[in-house]
């Protein structure tokens, strides 16, 4: 297990130090403002010497727009069940643009923590922790990447390389290798309400000894589809319903999970908005953490969720 993890850190260092320079000239190429041209000289009125120069260093220039290069990624929220059995659950989740670009093609290096906390025990102890690097890259069919146009159509494909792991050693050492494709398709109107359906299909590779039964419990894809609205207007602000799907590969009906979550953002006039979602979870099935990828459960948990609008989340 721990030189699989070395490897694999190994793979994710030389990958960025190979793409990180990537970045210096996407910016070279996109943030440049080209130089004002030099005024005409006006007949019979002599220009000293360097005057030119002086009066182009002295014109106005465009500021450079700045690029997003650490952007959220799946949801992040915070979020407590109501007894010992159903504890408090976290997420974060970010990714890092190492090739900044206007166009249509992104590289990106994303980190995700799960967590369960345990606070509603006398030492509140963390039950366990996932974390998940990923290397990525997507393809965005609109403009702006974040802007989609009114209508229908595919949002975006992706390509990646997933590595889950629950950071123990021993006979709790959970871990989980993907490689995988993800296509979205959307309509949205004018006014940012939506309709998303998204779809991933992932193969294993390196199964660990400790779980290479995974996929009967966890199968090969999740289907995701949501439907909300990021116009942030009206007595219903900003909102999001979204149902998560899996269905493992053992011929019972029951063995696969079933995530729904939902998120509200208050909006009151041009007076006060509050800026994190109000989140609820249920969760029911097998696979909500690595360490219980055989073991089914049913949780219901409500807090704050910080995702920001759904062209960037996952």
Same mark, same amino acid.
């Given at each position: 297990?721990?030189t =699989?993890?070395? +490897?694999?850190k ?12 990537m970045?210096?000239?996407a910016?070279?190429?996109v943030?440049? *403002?080209? /130089?004002?041209? /030099?005024?005409? #000289?006006t007949?019979?009125?002599?220009v000293?010497a360097?005057a &030119? /120069?002086? %009066? !182009?260093?002295? /014109?106005?220039?465009?500021?450079k *727009? !700045? $690029?997003?290069?650490l %952007?959220?990624?799946?949801?992040? @929220?915070f979020?407590?069940g109501f007894n010992? &059995?159903t504890?408090?659950?976290f997420?974060?989740s970010?990714k890092?643009d190492?090739w900044p670009?206007?166009? #249509?093609?992104?590289?990106?290096f ?7 906390w ?6 509140? #102890?963390?039950?366990e922790?996932?974390y998940?690097?990923e290397?990525?890259?997507t @393809?965005y069919?609109?403009p702006g990447r974040?802007?989609? $146009?009114a209508?229908?159509?595919?949002? $975006?494909e ?7 792991? !629950?950071?123990?050693?021993?006979d %709790?050492?959970r871990?989980?290798n993907?490689?995988y494709?993800e296509?979205?398709f ?5 006014a ?5 359906a998204?779809?991933v299909?992932w &193969?294993?590779?390196?199964?660990e000894?400790?779980n290479?039964?995974?996929t009967?419990?966890?199968g090969?894809?999740?289907?995701s589809? +949501?439907?909300?609205s990021d ?7 900003d909102? !999001? ?5 899996r269905?493992?590969t053992?011929r019972r009906?029951d063995v ?5 979550d ?10 006060? =908005?509050?800026? #994190?979602y ?5 969760? %029911?099935?097998?696979?909500?953490t690595?360490?219980n990828?055989n073991?089914?459960?049913?949780a219901v ?5 910080f995702?920001d609008?759904s062209t =960037? +989340?996952?």
């Open positions: 297990m721990s =699989r993890l070395g +490897s694999l190994l793979l994710f260092l030389a990958a960025a130090l190979v793409l990180l320079p970045r210096a000239l910016q070279d190429s943030g440049t *403002t080209p /130089a004002s041209p /030099a005024p005409s #000289p007949p019979g009125v002599s000293p360097g &030119a /120069a002086a %009066t !182009d260093l002295s /014109a106005p220039r465009l500021p *727009t !700045d $690029l997003d290069l %952007t959220l990624y799946k949801d992040n @929220y979020l407590t010992a &059995a504890e408090v659950k997420q974060f970010a890092f190492i670009n206007r166009g #249509p093609h992104a590289v990106y994303a980190v995700t923590q799960r967590s369960l345990d606070v509603y025990r006398a030492s509140q #102890p963390f039950r922790n996932n998940e690097p290397l990525l890259y @393809y069919h609109v974040y802007d989609p $146009l209508g229908c159509g595919f949002f $975006l992706r390509l990646g390389f997933l590595h889950s792991s !629950d950071g123990l050693g021993g %709790t050492s871990g989980w993907r490689a494709g296509s979205r959307a309509c949205y109107n004018a940012r309400n939506y309709i998303l998204n779809l299909l &193969a294993s590779l390196l199964p000894h400790n290479e039964n995974i009967q419990y966890q090969y894809g999740e289907l589809l +949501s439907v909300g116009s942030g207007q009206g007595a219903l602000g909102w !999001d319903f979204t149902s998560h799907g269905k493992g053992l009906l696969g999970s079933v995530e729904i939902v998120r509200w953002r208050p909006h009151y006039g041009n007076l006060i =908005r509050f800026t #994190p109000l989140y609820a979870q249920i969760f %029911t099935g097998y696979g909500e690595l360490l990828y073991h089914s459960l049913t948990r409500v807090g704050i969720g995702t609008s =960037r +989340s996952e």
